[in-house]
């Protein structure tokens, strides 16, 4: 099973600011990383797909990059309603979700 | 529009059998993968299966096969998840969603189904 390993497990950040998300993955997954948004009470919500693919509707402040094991969610100046749990999630083989980092507002 | 309807929380004894389900409508059922998620309280999110049900070909996750069945009834266009006997670490959020192959992003999520095992 491919292990994802996310960091940092939490994030206190001001609005404004930018957040990395870093997610690596135990073997090599090309390109089949995802993220998603999760927020209190809420379904996930994809945020990128392929790594770097962008969603329609999803702000332009989030971005994704990587490829074979090392994969990163940016949010450019993050906004208030950003405050969530992001989670990577591999599709190579079967299915894994990284562990979450959590986002706060300061 | 695409949408997943899950049936209802639940609230079960150890030991008890259970069966939730997921209901696809907006797409052809019988063409797209539904795959189930499942997330313990104040946990992350865990990958636990996916099935075809134009041909339930079923895939489980290792850390789940043996413990949940998955199937579909493609007549009528729901998916299910099931347990054969309880246990209290079965309490948990269980999410279906539905993608055009097994290496897609999760796009549709339905809006889960909350199991509680409870003595």
Known sequence: EIVLTQSPDFQSVTPKEKVTITCRAS??????????QQKPDQSPKLLIKYASQSISGVPSRFSGSG????????????EAE?????????????????QGTKVEIK | EVQLVQSGAEVKKPGESLK?????SGYSFTSYWIGWVRQMPGKGLEWMGIIYPGDSDTRYSPSFQ??????ADKSI????????SLKASDTAMYYCVVVPATN????????GTMVTVSS
């Open chain 1, 27 to 36: 073997q090599s997954i090309g390109s089949s990383l995802h993220w998603y």
């Open chain 1, 82 to 98: 950003d405050a969530a749990a992001y989670y990577c999630h591999q599709s190579s083989r079967l299915g894994t979700f990284g």
């Open chain 2, 66 to 71: 043996g413990q949940v069945t998955i199937s």
């Open chain 2, 77 to 84: 266009s729901t998916a299910y998840l099931q347990w054969s």
């Open chain 2, 20 to 24: 939730i389900s997921c209901k696809g």
């Open chain 1, 67 to 78: 490829s074979g094991t090392d994969f990163t969610l940016t949010i450019n100046s993050l």
């Open chain 2, 104 to 111: 897609d992003a999760f796009d549709i999520w339905g809006q």
